[in-house]
């Protein structure tokens, strides 16, 4: 299917299948139920899940294919997110031009940089890209202050002259991103009992880029030219020695990784019209390092997997505050809810990082491979199991 083989056929329809049906996986418990609070179906978090999910998908591209570790892939997510906004700001409030631009410069910039950093390896490469992202923060922040309207971010005002649009509605507002006419804002509730779906037209659009995105991470992973990657993330001095370059094939992988990130950074300005130069911070540069390690560096869905992982934990965790806390426990008499309160407080609500730093560190120890290799082994167990069941049967003695 698709110039797929069947492995990664069920691969595609799987993660089609989790995509759509996103709304109801994600909904689990019913609204007025206490467990409600871990319901992460709203159009919001759905949207960031999908969009990192791209980002995760990019880096992977380079570092799980060729072994480069870049801590300066923030820079394109945020360099894609201004320049979706200036087309929105002088074009048209349809995101498809302002997604196309966000690729393109988000491209260019990874080719300059790549060109740079790409001179040393290890470590050396890494410090580079986390300083040409500093860097790009710096200029965001301070210096572009005409182009990036510095620590306020870039926003849409009733006075931008767009050329295919309107700059202000009828009523004085100012438009809305749209996909021809559908806005992104665009919802539909939809109630089965006790349980409340809701439906986004901006999470749908997001999701089918995502789709796209990994398929095409797919054939890369599976071509000649993906088999190139693991050969210098293998043995790059071997690979020189055998008369090849790696640097174009290495380049090449930078910059299709820096365009995922601004196609990223694009959509995240589709959704929501706003361009800080917060999200060009290391720190955004090490989560998507986190992602990608937790979910499985160097495997197809798994930066997916920890893309939503961090997302779940960073919007849903960090909501339990003591109240939650208290109503949870106070079935308990009053000296050992405050005990246990006192327990779990740590872990939940801004210590929501401390449960998170666990986990990886617990993922890390014990399963290398990230959430993926978690997944193989169950599945492995389960496999196992059923093939002694028939070898079992054979060996009983018959009466």
């Known amino acids: 299917m698709l110039g797929l083989d069947k492995k990664d056929s069920t691969l595609l329809l799987i993660v089609v299948a989790l995509t759509m049906l996103a709304p109801f996986i994600l909904n689990p418990f019913p609204t007025e139920s206490g467990l409600a609070q871990f319901n992460a179906g709203y159009p919001d978090l759905m949207q960031r899940f999908v969009i990192f999910g791209i980002f995760a998908i990019g880096f992977n591209i380079l570092f799980g294919l060729t072994g480069y570790l870049s801590f300066g892939h923030a820079a394109f997510l945020g360099i894609g997110s201004y320049s979706a906004v200036w087309m929105f700001k002088l074009l048209s409030m349809n995101i498809i031009p302002a997604i196309l631009l966000s690729v393109v410069i988000a491209g260019v910039f990874a080719l300059v940089i790549g060109f740079v950093s790409l001179r040393r390896t290890g470590i050396y490469f890494s410090i580079l890209t986390l300083a040409f992202a500093q860097m790009s923060f710096a200029l965001a922040y301070s210096v572009l202050t005409p182009l990036t309207n510095g620590e306020t971010g870039l926003q849409l005002t009733l006075n931008d002259p767009r050329i295919l649009g309107v700059s202000q509605t009828a009523d004085g507002s100012i438009p809305v991103t749209n996909l021809f006419g559908l806005e992104m804002r665009g919802a539909f509730d939809m109630a089965v009992g006790p349980w409340s779906f809701t439906f986004s037209a901006g999470y749908y659009v997001c999701a089918v880029v995502m789709l796209l995105a990994f398929y095409l991470s797919i054939r890369i992973f599976r ?138 560190m617990l993922v890390v120890i014990f399963l290398p491979g990230g959430l993926v290799e978690g997944g193989q082994r169950i599945a492995r167990l389960f496999r196992r199991k059923k093939a002694e069941d028939p070898k079992s049967a054979k060996t009983e003695p018959a009466e």
């Not at 990130?261 to 090490?286: C, F, K």
């Open 223 to 360: 071509s000649p030219f993906g088999l190139m990657l693991r050969a210098i993330k293998s043995n790059q001095q071997r690979l020189n020695y055998t008369g090849l370059n790696p640097k174009p094939y290495t380049l090449a992988a930078f910059v299709i990784s820096g365009m995922y990130a601004g196609l990223a950074g694009g959509l995240m300005a589709a959704m929501d019209p706003l361009a800080g130069a917060e999200r060009m911070q290391w720190t955004a540069s090490g989560e998507v390092v986190l992602m990608t390690i937790l979910g499985g560096a160097g495997t197809l869905i798994g930066p997916v997997l920890g893309a939503g992982m961090i997302k779940y934990f960073e919007n849903i965790f960090s909501k339990i505050n003591d109240n939650v806390l208290h109503s949870w426990f106070s079935f308990m008499p009053d000296g050992i809810e405050n005990f246990v309160v006192f327990i779990i407080h740590p872990f939940v609500g801004k210590g929501w990082h401390l449960t998170l730093g666990i986990i990886f």
